[in-house]
């Protein structure tokens, strides 16, 4: 009987498994971690009729290459980048077919859900890698053998296809002002909002990186350590902020200006360096 | 109270002992729809991921009334939390370092790291790495100059106000003191992490005779 697995051909820039992450442990020092771009994972999982917080693949910037010895339905989201197949949609890969994404034209993170899931050892109740603390299985690398989950009993998939988002020319993130707003000037709080951020090259999946104008400080001083939430925007002393993604510390000691929007997290992930982005001030 | 966005809330309590009277009474009766609980020296992140936005709103309601509760002598009650003992192979990399810049003996800067009890104020930096506050005074000494860029796990270390045990292996950049056979992080155990805010900790030097009596 053939075995239910995916081999990994090549990896591209970054691979790794990602389900949902670790909720409830960051008193604990443990990240979130999981899907970047949660609303992308949860939507290729529903395709193929997998519970939403099943494991499933995070290809960066393309260049994943699958080889499913005993075939597999899947769907892959995200990031369009070309896949022969098809995207945003379940397809069917035949015993020994290959799954192979192309460089994606817009975005920087697509997703590969696999009916059944992605069977790794889950660690802390999460299969997802973190790459700030190194939980959970490591980084994909050419020749691993991924288990794969049984699909007996998942539902059929319902949907032949999803429209997939339409990718915007200047990206906007909606943010909530504070918790630490009052440590900059009211000046900066105006000045993240009038014109584009550009999107620094050292953006991870702990936080994207943005150079543009300096936000000034009101006041002086250290912050205690504190509790820090995805999406938290963080300005350290040289006034450039960092948008907080799923692998961020669960604490940090540089005031938060802003929050982005939980609904445009995803598209805060799929910045990629170079971009343009503009922050919307929202209640 | 402070909104951190759409979910979350940031209770200043203004020091540690009210932020770990919070955690502890939130712990013990955990209002529905909160995800996370995160104490720090004077704050507790309060975190309902998904609720709706007037869910939120009753939160910080019954979280102000919990803050102002938690400064009330007798308000909350204080956790219940035993003494960890963790017995340490003195003779880190950086005693002799410590003893320099303190002005001690080895042997005076073992005494005093194992002269006082220390208590967990928060954790973080990495998973199961707590900040342990109650350090003498006179072991405070500023971060190495050039951090480590592999501290093993196990190692005991100080730096300005604190101790901490590394529960893994990472660089680091605080003073060795030594090292404990003690596994402070096991993500094989419920809870992982055997430090948690608001525990006791003291540290013993660890003999032949502690040894052999299987500590």
Known sequence: MTPRVAEVVATGMLATVQDLGRPGLAHLGVPGAGAADRRSLRLANRLVGNPEDTAGLEATFGGLRLRFPGGAWVAVTGAPCPVGRGTYAPVWVPPDGELSLGTPSAGLRTYVAIRGGVDVEPVLGSRSHDTLSGLGPPPLKPGDLLPLGSPAGLPQPLADAAPPPPWPDTPMLRIRVGPRDDWFTPEAVAAMCAVPYSVSEDSNRVGVRLRGPVLERARRGELPSEGMVAGAVQVPPDGQPIVFLADHPPTGGYPVIGVVADADLGLAAQLRPGDQVKFLRVR | ?215
Not at chain 2, 179 to 195: G, I
Request: glycine letters at 12%.
């Open chain 2, 1 to 215: 109270m402070r909104r951190a966005g759409e979910f979350g809330v940031l209770v200043e309590t203004g020091d540690l002992a009210a932020s770990h009277r919070l955690d502890a009474a939130l712990r013990a009766d955990r209002p529905p729809g909160v995800t996370e609980i995160v104490p720090g020296p004077e704050t507790v992140l309060v975190v309902a991921y998904g609720a709706a936005c007037d869910a939120v709103d009753r939160l910080a309601a019954r979280l102000a009334a919990l803050n102002a509760a938690a400064h009330v002598p007798g308000g909350l009650a204080e956790g219940d939390h035993p003494v960890v003992t963790i017995p340490v192979e003195y003779g880190g990399a950086d005693l002799a370092g410590v003893a320099a810049l303190t002005g001690l003996s080895a042997a005076e800067v073992v005494a005093r790291h194992t002269g006082s009890e220390f208590l967990v104020g928060w954790l973080g930096f990495a998973p199961g790495f707590a900040y342990l506050t109650g350090l003498d005074p006179v072991l405070h000494v500023p971060r190495l100059t050039t951090p480590r860029t592999s501290v093993p796990a196990g190692s005991v270390a100080v730096a300005g106000p604190y101790s901490a045990v590394y529960p893994s292996a990472s660089p680091g950049g605080w003073h060795l003191l030594g090292r404990t056979s003690t596994a402070v992080w096991d993500t094989s155990a419920d809870p992982p992490s055997l430090l948690r805010p608001g525990m006791r900790v003291r540290f013993i030097e660890k003999t032949e005779k502690t040894e052999a009596g299987g500590s």
